[in-house]
């Protein structure tokens, strides 16, 4: 396959494909997950459970010309929780692909998500966060890892994001993704404890842990991306101011990047959770359709991550 | 006094001040720093105290017109320490206002600047860093601390830090500054120990300890600037979407947004270390001179800070 650059090759390599993944919308009854859902569909890479009631949507206009791509799925009650559940049990039929969140708390779909005995979440597994930014004038997508979920990653947690983004730069197509461990200091230090735990990561990927992949750090966000600021700063980094993927020491500067790099720059964003048995799409309030829709697409791609 | 809302605005209150406040420049022989140091002559509010070997820079063509506002200081030795020595014991004579780091080893000058019998960091004082960005579409200016110098700030340290700002602000013009305490969640929990702090630090704050201010958080980098995502939220902060002053929780944060909103929103920005008895300006490798210019205009406005 061809290296996927912008969120638009994502989108054509999805419509060129011509797979439909099956996409479980709980309560997606708002104005953006419709439009986004509607997006998908005509983009020939969804079809569409709508987990909920049927009635608040069938005859949206962003939907009806669809119809053969779409199915209405009604829970047990009209509980929210009622409706998360139905979505999950749609995932661990083998009915459904991804499971995207609508009109409901994330509190309450997370809790179906994690449930031991019936959610989507294996023994072991770590559940995180991974998104990919289409930053305007860049060349390239910029992935990044974890702005939203895990608020102090242990190594291990860090090593399985490590994992999970390069899966997903593969998907895209990278044959060598390159992976930077982010850092205010380019000096492995006891100052800074995340620093020692990043020299054992990029030991490990050198000894293949994740195929072919450059893993590297500490680097600051700015030496991760930008030749020419490694170079001034006498840097000798294997990802060479190329970084595919950032993965952040905390929740705090994943959270900043994420923040600072949509309102800031005008990016376009899409996020999904790793870790669970298929991509999960848990929209923040206020993200628009066209956020959704790049997810949606983005989860969709992620359903080809080995 | 005009509230000062870009790098142009304070450069001309500068200019039009008629003040010239005198810089000790350390080892300045770098092409960035002579330029740096030639538009601040010509801007007319500086006065040059080049400490280190006058040889290297008496003849550059930014320095000859100011002849008249440039003075030469000898250190005892050719050792960089007698260098940062001598321009420390300028500012301690009181005979500098400003000190600034050229060609020299950030450690060596920090070195006597902290040093504590000859230093310039009285007792009790917190050392961290502000900055200032001029992001391209925004209407003001936004103020930023820490991103470079204390890495995980106890309580006592944010306050000083919040304290630092908005003074700063203060001599910026602004008679009410607007701090947003950022954090990635803006609920305050015990999951997130930084939260519990805030609360108290946005009391203190309502209490009078620094005048006429408006201390908030938690608050993400995208509700504190950004009115729309506010309201979008359901969040209620009398910071309202507007924040001057951003507060980051760690370093890890704090230079995740500088170097995010350096590199990838072409943003100017302009910094300085604040807790010393004068503005101490602390270039990274790789500064522009217009990084070092506006860092000079910055700390010059600094010493109006009450």
């Known amino acids: 396959m061809n290296y996927i650059q912008t969120f638009e090759a994502m989108v054509a390599h999805l419509s060129a494909g011509g797979c439909r993944r099956r996409i479980a919308v709980t309560c997606g009854y708002d104005e953006s997950t419709l439009q986004a859902v509607g997006r998908a569909l005509a983009g020939g890479f969804a079809h569409v459970l709508f987990v909920g009631d049927a009635e608040r949507v069938r005859n949206h206009a962003a939907l009806t010309p ?45 809790r179906a998500v994690l449930n031991k005995e019936a959610g989507l979440l294996p023994p072991g597994s770590v559940l995180t966060h991974l998104a990919v930014a289409q930053v305007p004038g860049r060349g390239k997508l910029l992935f990044f890892t974890d702005s939203a979920v895990i608020p102090y990653p242990t190594p291990e947690q860090r090593a399985a994001q490590v994992g999970y983004a390069i899966r997903m730069c593969r998907a895209f197509g990278l044959e060598e993704p390159r992976v930077a461990l982010i850092h205010c200091s380019e000096h492995v230090s006891e100052k800074f404890p995340h620093t020692l735990t990043y020299a054992e990561l990029a030991r490990r990927a050198q000894a293949g842990e994740w195929g072919r992949a450059i893993v590297d750090g500490p680097l600051d966000v700015r030496t991760s991306i930008d030749p020419v600021a490694l170079r001034t700063k006498g840097i000798d980094s294997p990802i060479e101011g190329c970084a595919d993927v950032l993965v952040f020491p905390d929740i705090e500067a994943g959270n900043t990047f994420y923040k600072t790099v949509t309102y800031l720059t005008g990016s376009d964003v899409a996020g999904v959770l790793c870790g669970t048995t298929c991509p999960v799409i848990l929209p923040s309030r206020g993200d628009s359709a066209a956020d959704k829709y790049y997810s949606l697409a983005f989860a969709a791609v992620g359903c080809s991550a080995e």
């Open 66 to 110: 669809f119809a053969e791509h779409i199915e209405y799925i009604i829970p047990e009650s009209d509980e929210p929780a009622a409706a998360a559940a139905a979505a999950v049990r749609l995932v661990r039929e083998g009915k459904a692909d991804i499971l995207m969140k609508g009109l409901i708390s994330t509190d309450v779909l997370l």
